[in-house]
């Protein structure tokens, strides 16, 4: 079964920082996009950062200049790297990716999954 799993959530103040990992486990032929979502009490769930097959890097303008998403292509990882943390970052945050693996002998190509998520308190 593949599954995403994420750590490093927890209780933070205001300027702090969080590394956030997800993994991947499961037989996965190939990973396209991996990154992280949130969602705020009564809010939406919002992209926060992604980062392609190649490398290319997405943010949030909110997140710009604090956050760094990176990746670990061979363990099959995703990172983020929270600095400067302010209040309303507060959220359960989600790993994301789109990839493609074999379950029950059948091979599943683009497949979006996410992880069940890490809640990130920030306080201030």
């Known amino acids: 079964q593949v599954q995403l799993v994420e750590s490093g959530g927890g209780l933070v103040q205001a300027g702090g920082s969080l590394r956030l990992s997800c993994a991947a486990s499961?037989?996965?032929?190939?990973?396209?996009?991996m990154g992280w979502f949130r969602q705020a009490p009564g809010k939406q769930r919002e992209l926060v950062a992604t980062v392609t097959s190649t490398g290319s890097t997405n943010y949030y303008d909110s997140v710009k200049g604090r956050f760094t998403i990176s990746r670990d292509y061979a363990n099959n990882m995703v990172y983020l790297q929270m600095n400067s943390l302010e209040p309303e970052d507060t959220a359960v945050y989600y790993c994301?990716?789109?990839?493609?693996?074999?379950?029950?002998?059948?091979?599943?190509?683009?497949?979006?999954?996410w992880g069940k998520g890490t809640l990130v308190t920030v306080s201030s």
């Open positions: 994301y990716a789109n990839l493609t693996f074999l379950r029950l002998f059948r091979k599943i190509s683009d497949m979006d999954l």
């Open positions: 499961g037989i996965i032929f190939s990973i396209n996009t």
